[in-house]
């Protein structure tokens, strides 16, 4: 295991890497249409394997703010009635999605440290009746819910962003039943990326500086109880800077979907 990798000893400031983020998904959800490192909206989502069916019955500003890097929910098999945590929640197109899945008598919760994501996808909610649907503020790495009270956690492009990894599995590991499942779709590389990508704050907020390579990626998921039991390469999600493209081509940095299992003991 490269420890260094999901340690937050990562000589970049912790607090300006935040703001940053922060500020970037702040912009994601008032200014879907501006121009960013990567893909937004409803083609992206199209493009990454989402049922246009599925997307014409959720609110379309929803759509627009989606800034996933695969379809977790492909993977979690969500059934009529489950609890699901959306980590990192946005403006919340996962989250509804996740919604037609349990139904009424489910839940869904979400969690995002950005009040604008959280304010536009609470509105949503409440515009669209979406009752079963809530966002909440918080930290993925310190989720405000009880050990064992979730069916599926799903995550799309977010735990990438986090310099404290292991803290974000082993929240998704406590709040999971036994048998309970997290699904993820997120940004990965094949090598180690060089300091000077890690601490470039524009880099790291688009999705590139602070992923890790996908076999630390796995272990730090095995490492909490959680069983990896399939995945796939997303080989559809392209960056679309020329500085993220580069970074991108140098390191194998590309996106994943991965499923894992809580064991029932
Ligand atoms: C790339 S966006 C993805 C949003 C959403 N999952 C989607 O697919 O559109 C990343 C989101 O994660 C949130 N985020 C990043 N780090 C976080 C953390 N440590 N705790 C909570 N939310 C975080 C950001 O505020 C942002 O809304």
Not at 28 to 34: L, N, Q
Not at 107 to 126: H, I, N, S, W
Not at 183 to 205: C, F, M, Y
């Amino acid at each position: 295991m490269n420890d260094k990798a999901l340690a937050t000893d990562l000589n970049v400031d912790q607090q300006a890497l935040e703001s940053k983020v922060k500020d970037m998904y702040q912009q994601v959800a008032e200014e879907p249409y501006a121009e960013y490192h990567f893909a937004m909206g409803r083609l992206l989502a199209e493009h990454l394997g989402y049922s246009p069916q599925d997307l014409d019955r959720i609110p379309s500003a929803a759509i627009d703010s989606f800034a996933g890097v695969g379809n977790p929910l492909e993977l979690a098999d969500i059934q009529p009635g489950d609890v699901v945590l959306d980590m990192g929640s946005g403006s919340g197109m996962d989250s509804f999605i996740a919604a037609l899945k349990t139904g009424p008598e489910g839940r869904v919760l979400g969690v995002d440290m950005t009040k604008a994501q959280r304010g536009k996808a609470e509105r949503l909610a409440r515009e669209a009746d979406f009752h079963w649907v809530s966002f909440h503020e918080g930290y993925i790495e310190d989720v405000p819910f009880d050990d064992n009270s979730v069916d599926v956690v799903i995550s799309n492009g977010v735990i990438n962003l986090s310099a404290e990894k292991q803290r974000v599995f082993a929240e998704a590991a406590r709040v999971l039943r036994p048998g309970g499942k997290l699904s993820v779709s997120d940004i990965v590389t094949e090598q180690d990326l060089p300091e000077g990508v890690k601490r470039d704050a524009t880099l790291w907020a688009a999705c590139i500086g602070g992923a890790i390579r996908q076999d630390d990626y796995q272990r730090a998921i095995e490492r909490v109880g959680l069983s990896v039991s399939s995945g796939w390469p997303n080989s559809q999600y392209a960056f679309l800077t020329e500085a993220a493209q580069n970074a991108s081509e140098r390191y194998g940095v590309k996106s994943i979907s991965l499923l894992a299992i809580k064991s029932q003991h």
